[in-house]
């Protein structure tokens, strides 16, 4: 049932980024440097330079929740849906999230740096990988 409630809340929100804490009170949300095309696109370049994706059954949608801590690291990643080998998939994914060097500005909330999420979609086929 949480997983049910994760996947409808993922697909009906309308924004690129969730925060963990109160909406009305994050005076800004986290930023990759260049925005978030930069980061899918560093997110892929590391992916294809990194995973064989052939090792996994990913075609379709994925969704991710990444962390973003206090200090703009990367600190957690989740993947949904689940796929044939998941664990060692979400390792995969998780070493090349880590071979991005560049930090987040990471979310404020009066004026406070705060934990948040980000999602993002990929799009995996079993010829080449795009994202929405």
Do not use: C
């Amino acid at each position: 049932m949480k997983y049910l409630f994760l996947v409808f809340a993922i697909f009906t929100s309308s924004s690129f980024y969730s925060q963990n804490s109160d909406l009305s009170n994050v005076t800004r949300k986290a930023e990759f440097p260049g925005g978030q095309e930069a980061f899918r696109n560093e997110f892929m370049k590391m992916v294809h330079g990194y995973v064989d994706l052939t090792a996994y059954a990913v075609n379709g949608k994925f969704s991710f929740v990444i962390t973003i801590d206090e200090k703009g690291k990367m600190s957690e990643m989740k993947i949904y849906p689940k796929v044939k080998n998941d664990d060692e998939f979400r390792q995969d994914m998780d070493f090349a999230m880590r071979r991005i060097k560049k930090k987040w500005k990471p979310a404020l909330q009066n004026g406070i740096p705060v934990s948040s999420n980000i999602i993002f979609e990929i799009n995996f086929s079993s010829e080449h990988s795009y994202h929405d």
